[in-house]
């Protein structure tokens, strides 16, 4: 359910043409993780996750909610930011702060990523090093996998403020990474044992399990 978080911004010197801006806010599976939308769009294409401080500092804003220093994880998606809080933080306390920050830069328009382009950031780079690859003569397998996953399985992932990436397929097996609200969620691995693996278990007769990766 959604609870929408009204700020108002005064008009000032930097900003003559803004009045006020709403950020909506939306729970998800994970108590930890807050679902942001500033009601316009975040990523152009793709999404990114950042796990960890060093991850964020690829993106000001990211770095900004890190700073805060009660946030463990942050992850862009088409139109939203999710926020995970850190371990004893209240969202009652952090809300208002991941707010201001969100405001700051969508209302500055800052851009997303250092340098501005967000292109080359639509996979994380630390995934290239997770890939696991998959067994030869098995083009055709996984490319019904990925098709289950972009239509069926990530936008129903995004919808509760993660991702979820494709990282290999072996001895029948499929390897997926959880991300953004999904990662660390404690409903994920019933997630992915349940609702995942059963959708592409009745589609695909080749695959015998998933995994997280």
């Known amino acids: ?20 801006m709403f950020i909506e806010t939306e729970t998800t599976p994970n108590p930890a993780t807050l679902k942001f939308l500033p009601g316009r769009q975040v990523m152009p294409q793709g999404t990114r996750d950042f796990a960890t401080p060093e991850d964020a500092e690829a993106s000001p804003l990211a770095q900004t909610l890190f700073d805060t220093g009660e946030v463990t994880g ?9 926020v995970t809080a850190a371990p004893g933080v209240a969202w009652s306390d952090l809300k208002p702060q991941v707010v201001a920050v969100l405001l700051d830069h969508f209302v500055s328009e800052a851009p997303l990523f250092t ?23 098995t083009e ?10 972009e239509s069926r399985v990530r936008p129903a992932v995004a919808g509760d403020g993660g991702d979820i990436r494709y990282r290999g397929f072996r001895d029948g097996v499929v390897f997926l990474q959880m991300q953004g609200a999904c990662s660390g969620c404690p409903s994920s691995t019933a997630t992915l044992k349940h609702g995942i693996e059963g959708l592409l278990k009745h589609y695909v007769p080749e695959v015998k399990e998933v995994r997280a990766a």
């Open 140 to 149: 055709d397998i996984v490319a019904q996998i990925n098709e289950l996953l």
């Open 115 to 137: 340098g501005g382009d967000a292109s080359s950031f639509s996979v994380p780079p630390e995934a290239v090093h997770e890939e696991l690859g998959d067994d030869e003569g």
């Open 1 to 20: 359910m959604r609870q929408p978080a009204l700020a108002r911004l005064a008009a000032g010197r930097f900003y003559p043409y803004i009045t006020c």
């Open 74 to 82: 942050v992850f862009f998606g088409a139109d939203f930011v999710s």
